[in-house]
Each structure stands twice: as C-alpha cells, then as structure tokens.
C-alpha cells in the first residue's frame, strides 16, 4: 500500500466530473487500498479519488468513530460508481472540512437520509441508506466525483471570510500532518 499526496482545492482535478470504473482489476484493487491507507494516515473519514489526483468514481469512507455509541458501525467502506438514489428528510447544519481544503471548516447544509447504490471494494453491488454522519460524509465524498467541493455551498460572504486560508493553501504556505501537493 502507498500514501498518495492529496491535492488542493485549486487543482482542476477536484472540478471534473469523474469517471465509472469499468473494468474491476488488481490495479484498482490497489487504488482502494492505498485510498484507504492515506486516508488513514491524513486521519481523515474520507477521501475520494480526485483527492489524490485521479479522476474515477471511486471513494473510501470509515466515519465509525463519529457515529453515536447507538449507532450500528459500518467499519471502512469502499463506493465504487455510486450513485445517490434518493435524498430525504431534514436539511441539516453541521460543520464540515476537507483533506483538501487543510483547516478549513464551515457550515454546510445537507439532507439526514441518502440511499446510494454503488460496488463495494469486492465489486459486488450494494445499496445503502445511510443517516447523520454516515450519510453527511458519502454525500461530501460523493460531491468530489462530481467536481464539488464543501466551500461550493457557502454564501459569497463566508467564502470570503475563508479568502486569506485559501490563498496560503493556494501558494503551497499551509502545512499539514499529511503530504498535500498544491497546484502552484
């Protein structure tokens, strides 16, 4: 396995809409796994694809130590080709950031419920709905396939008051626990 710089904000990579898989191979197999390993090693709950540099429609999510004791735990999961089916109930405020975007957070408004067929890292189908925080971070991972970013959903009045963050990730000035690769 290998950790993989994660690209930021400003790279076009993050704007393009990605990729299906379509042949299921060792190579990708590989890919998820080193998704997985610098996605742990960065201490995120997520990481996409176009994170590192590759346009696919591929993420990896462990979000199980932000779940509620109550809570079923999912453990890692690999989406490959997702698609969100269906979005439902309450439109809620949580602060959200981006491996990306390092030490940035805001507010961002999402549904509580999605429902998202996908293949597994097995390249079996799945389909799952998922809520609060679980369903919070397959939509941000899944908003990276789709060349979205979290700061996309903020007022022209808090993007501007994240301006002076941006610039210095922009110029390569933000450090980070993990390699990050700025598009200079």
């Known amino acids: 396995m290998a ?11 993050l704007r393009k809409k990605t990729k299906p898989i379509t042949e299921f ?14 996605m742990y090693n960065s201490e995120g709950v997520g990481l996409a694809a176009p994170q590192v540099g590759v346009s696919l429609q591929v993420f990896v999510i462990d979000a199980d130590h932000m779940m ?3 809570d079923e735990l999912p453990g890692p999961m690999a989406f490959i080709n997702p698609k969100i089916t269906e979005k439902k109930g309450r439109q809620i405020p949580l602060d959200e950031g981006c491996l990306s975007i390092p030490e940035v957070t805001d507010k961002v ?22 809520t609060a925080w679980l369903a919070r971070v397959i939509q941000h991972e899944y908003d990276h396939l789709q060349g979205i970013l979290f ?29 990050i690769k700025p598009k200079l």
């Open 25 to 38: 191979t060792d190579e990708v197999r590989q890919f998820v796994a080193d998704l997985f390993e610098t």
């Open 3 to 13: 950790i993989l710089p994660i690209v930021t904000y400003n790279d076009p990579v």
């Open 68 to 70: 509620e004791e109550e």
């Open 151 to 179: 700061i996309d959903y903020l007022s022209a009045f808090r993007k501007r008051m994240h301006k002076s963050d941006l610039k210095e990730i922009e110029e390569g000035l933000r450090e980070t626990k993990y390699p």
């Open 109 to 130: 408004l999402r549904p509580e419920t999605v429902v998202v067929k996908y293949k597994d890292e097995n390249f079996e189908d799945q389909t799952i709905e998922a």
